[in-house]
T-cell receptor, first 110, second 118 residues
C-alpha cells in the first residue's frame, strides 16, 4: 500500500517564526514530491516540488527530501498570517497519479 | 494566463440523479487528472488521460463513474445514479508532461466542483 502520512495538526506558530511541516512515505520507489497549499474552500496550489535528495529553496520556502529515511519536509521562514492554510504533501511513486497525505493545518498567529 | 477551469462550481443533486462535471485544462497540457476530495482529507486519484486516451481509471469507485476526453482537451466526469457517499469536491488537474515513466511532474488544479447529493 503506497501511503503518504502527515500530522493533521493544527501546527500553531507565531508570526515571524519558522514553520516546519513533515511528511513520511511508505515506499522507496517514489521519485518526486510536491507540496501544495490549500486555503479553506479553495483548491490545492502547488508551492514546491522536489525530485532529489537534499534541500531546495524558493523564497521563504525550503523543501527537504531524504530518500533513505523516507521523509520530506517543508520549512516556511518568516511565517505570516497569510500562510495559514492546510499544506498537502504528495508523492508520485513513479506513476501517473499523485498520492496525497491528509494535510497539516498551519495557523500563524500575529 | 488561464488556469484550469471547472464547471459548475457547485452542484446539488437528488439521490439517483445523473450529473456531469466539466474540466477545461490549461491549453496545451497533455495530461488530465480527476481527483475526489472528501472533507478533511487529501485528494484521491480517480482517473488519468493522456490526450484523449484514458490510461488509468483504477481510482473510479464504481461503474457509476465514467470519464471522457474525446478530443484531448475538455474532459467530463459523469456520475450516474448519484448516492450520498458521492458528495465531495471533484478536482481536475492538468500537467504538461506526457511520460508515465518517472512520474508526471507538476500538476495544476482547477477550483473544483462541490457536489452535494441529498
Amino acid at each position: 500500500q503506497k501511503e503518504v502520512e502527515q500530522n493533521s495538526g493544527p501546527l500553531s506558530v507565531p508570526e515571524g517564526a519558522i514553520a516546519s511541516l513533515n511528511c513520511t512515505y511508505s515506499d522507496r520507489v517514489s521519485q518526486s514530491f510536491f507540496w501544495y497549499r490549500q486555503y479553506s474552500g479553495k483548491s490545492p496550489e502547488l508551492i514546491m516540488s522536489i525530485y532529489s535528495n537534499g534541500d531546495k529553496e524558493d523564497g521563504r520556502f525550503t523543501a527537504q527530501l531524504n530518500k533513505a529515511s523516507q521523509y520530506v519536509s517543508l520549512l516556511i521562514r518568516d511565517s505570516q498570517p497569510s500562510d495559514s492554510a492546510t499544506y498537502l504533501c504528495a508523492g508520485d511513486y513513479n506513476t501517473d497519479k499523485l498520492i496525497f497525505g491528509t494535510g497539516t493545518r498551519l495557523q500563524v498567529f500575529p | 494566463g488561464a488556469g484550469v477551469s471547472q464547471s459548475p462550481r457547485y452542484k446539488v443533486a437528488k439521490r439517483g440523479q445523473d450529473v456531469a462535471l466539466r474540466c477545461d485544462p490549461i491549453s496545451g497540457h497533455v495530461s488530465l487528472f480527476w481527483y475526489q476530495q472528501a472533507l478533511g482529507q487529501g485528494p484521491e486519484f480517480l482517473t488519468y488521460f493522456q490526450n484523449e486516451a484514458q490510461l488509468d481509471k483504477s481510482g473510479l469507485p464504481s461503474d457509476r463513474f465514467f470519464a471522457e476526453r474525446p478530443e484531448g482537451s475538455v474532459s467530463t466526469l459523469k456520475i450516474q445514479r448519484t448516492q450520498q457517499e458521492d458528495s465531495a469536491v471533484y478536482l481536475c488537474a492538468s500537467s504538461p508532461r506526457s511520460g508515465l515513466a518517472g512520474g508526471q511532474g507538476e500538476q495544476f488544479f482547477g477550483p473544483g466542483t462541490r457536489l452535494t447529493v441529498l
